[in-house]
């Protein structure tokens, strides 16, 4: 983003914190396929990930003010629907964390190995696949493969161990991989 575009940007900002409703939805439209996209990765469905947007975004006005300008507002927004979604699916009934630290070094080693399996895939394929996680296993995966959170941070988050966040990726890779090659063998066999 050039010079330009974040004084535009800062402006927006200032609006939205003075509850101008026309640069909030501004503000709103310059995010909301990005955020939409990140919604839609730790939810089960485009109802839930609508949800979540909603929720994510009412956080954001809320806490717009104290958004410092350091670091990249996307950033900033990003991890307020990271966590919004966190939170809901911590509340969650299906959400039951796994921990089995014992499975995690048994694991470890084959899901590593067999990593190679995903660039077999479109983009598309490995999103419905993570879609069919488990709501614990697809919250992990995400926030330690596609958001970049480290296992110590993700244990954080989730109230458990840094082995259990393990263990659930490594349980959510293994699960991935098999989804991924039972779609595989039945597009060879149509």
């Excluded at 879609?131 to 697809?138: A, E, I, T």
């Excluded at 941070?153 to 966040?165: F, R």
Aim: net charge negative; proline share 1%; with cysteine.
């Amino acid at each position: 983003m050039d010079l330009a575009d974040q004084d535009i940007l800062f402006g927006i900002v200032k609006k939205c914190i003075s509850g101008d409703q026309k640069a909030q939805k501004e503000l709103y439209k310059m995010f909301y396929s990005k955020m939409m996209n990140v919604c839609f990765r730790y939810s089960k469905n485009a109802d839930d990930a609508a949800d979540l947007l909603q929720d994510g975004f009412v956080k954001v006005f809320m806490n717009l003010k104290h958004y410092d300008n350091k670091g990249s507002l996307e950033g900033w927004i990003r991890r307020i629907m990271v966590n919004t979604a966190i939170d809901f699916y911590r509340k969650s009934k299906n959400f039951n964390v796994v921990e089995d630290e014992n499975d995690f070094i048994l694991e470890t080693s084959k899901v590593e190995s067999e990593d190679h399996i995903y660039s077999q895939f479109g983009v598309s394929d490995i999103m419905d696949a993570i879609q069919q996680l488990s709501p614990v296993y697809k919250t992990v995966f995400n926030m330690y493969v596609i958001d970049g959170y480290k296992h110590q941070d993700i244990a954080e988050h989730l109230n458990i161990s840094e082995g259990t966040s393990k263990s659930n990726l490594a349980k959510a890779k293994s699960n991935l991989r098999s989804i991924l090659l039972a779609k595989e063998k039945k597009y060879y066999h149509e």
